[in-house]
């Protein structure tokens, strides 16, 4: 009896693999391959914040010159109980906040440690969208209306002639992209797991009008990737190094993973860094763009990064969610400014308070809904609520941040 299980379950294990690989071979999914064997095949079920060793990566080496964040300790800041306990139930790995650019709260769970690198996920969006600010700013790039066609060939067929930047960074390019992070068949899970970025992006059809429309695709990013590497003539790594890592006094290597070896950067996603360093990113932008005496990313192009347009969104209101690539929360005229990843990393810049807050984990909140009962009763202006297309973590960690920064005060 024992024997005919084990028998059995060799052929339906056999068939589901047999299946499986008639399914890639026939769709061409050739990337599901990887996927496998980078997730179910070594125990995980998908993407990871620690797959630096998944993939191949290119290093960005720490500033030569480091410097130092300030970190008062005689304040001794603590969570709650109730804080705790959610940031755990989420799997927050790393929570910090700076007030006046000293780290007034510093905490990390698990193994993750200050000294530990993560995936960014979708926070490193907003790293390209300044490095195409700085390659404007050097006339690499002449601006934001010049079709992507001028660097990538590929575009001046099948009608993508008047693609333009612009239309990239306010994600309004109109692919036939699947922005999914759990559909192994989508567009991203392949962006993630190929070993052909550029194949992929170029390959992409529009299917609406650009500018029409802010539909989230991270087509979008690796095509801005691609077209920074045409301008500067620079690997994204090298770029990032001499344009921000270097000068920001980052105090620790970073990586960006590559689809193969010697390969492309992801640029939608997959930088690698320490919690301390990501928070670099958010104090540059807290200050306009210059740190360390020096102006790194032009200011008019942060202006412009920061608003959002009247495009409608997914949920048929005007987008007021949404910059070139930085999330914008508006706050009742008082706007904060974030990055945001899969799993929920996020540097969220709160320009008023003079403060940062980092926080990297494995899960994201799920998305703000207007609560039935005031969709009944209200205008279309309460409808179309500022908290619309932002995650319900957000808030909590402004709060969280909130209390932590009063309680640190005399």
Request: glycine fraction near 8%; hydrophobic fraction near 35%; include cysteine.
């Amino acid at each position: 009896m024992v024997k005919k299980f084990f028998k059995y379950t060799a052929y339906i294990f056999g068939a589901i693999i047999l299946i499986v690989n008639l399914f890639i071979v026939l769709s061409g999914r050739f990337y599901l391959y990887s996927g496998i064997t980078k997730t179910y095949l070594i125990g995980k079920m998908g993407p990871g914040i620690y797959d630096l060793d998944v993939f191949p990566v290119n290093a960005i080496p720490k500033s030569s010159a480091p410097v130092q964040i300030i970190k008062d300790a005689s304040k001794n800041t603590k969570l709650t109980g109730a804080e705790n306990q959610y940031l755990k139930s989420i799997e927050t790995k790393a929570f910090l906040v700076l007030d006046n650019d000293t780290i007034v709260h510093e905490e990390y769970w698990g193994d993750h440690t200050i000294d530990e690198v993560s995936n960014s996920f979708s926070a490193s969006k907003t790293v390209i969208s300044l490095l195409i600010g700085i390659a404007i700013d050097e006339g690499k790039i002449q601006n934001v209306d010049e079709p992507v066609c001028n660097y990538i060939p590929e575009f001046k067929t099948n009608g993508r002639e008047g693609l333009t930047i612009r239309h990239l960074l306010m994600m309004s390019a109109g692919f036939d992209w699947v922005e999914s992070g759990k559909n192994p068949l989508s567009e991203a899970a392949e962006g993630y797991y190929t070993s052909d970025l550029y194949g992929l992006v170029t390959r992409l059809r529009i299917i609406e009008t650009p500018g029409k429309r802010f539909h989230y695709q991270s087509g979008n990013t690796q095509i801005l990737g691609f077209i920074l590497e045409k301008a500067t003539g620079l690997t994204l790594t090298d770029y990032m190094y001499q344009k921000i890592w270097e000068p920001i006094g980052a105090s620790s290597q970073a990586f960006w993973s590559l689809d193969k070896e010697s390969g492309d950067e992801k640029s939608f996603c997959c930088l690698y860094a320490t919690a301390r360093d990501f928070s670099r990113l958010g104090t540059l932008i807290l200050h306009d763009g210059k740190l360390n005496g020096k102006q790194i990313i032009p200011i008019w192009y942060l202006n412009e990064m920061i608003k959002t347009s009247s495009m409608n969104t997914d949920d048929g209101v005007e987008n007021m969610r949404y910059g070139w690539h930085i999330w914008v929360y508006k706050n009742q005229g008082k706007p904060i400014h974030y990055f945001r990843g899969l799993k929920g990393q996020y540097i969220i810049v709160v320009p008023h308070l003079n403060r940062v807050i980092v926080r990297l984990g494995e899960k994201r909140g799920g998305h703000y809904k207007i609560p039935e009962k005031e969709i009944k009763n209200t205008s279309y202006r309460s409808i179309n609520d500022e908290r619309l297309g932002h995650t319900v973590d957000l808030f909590e960690y402004l709060n969280i941040a909130n209390r932590i920064v009063s309680q640190s005060r005399p």
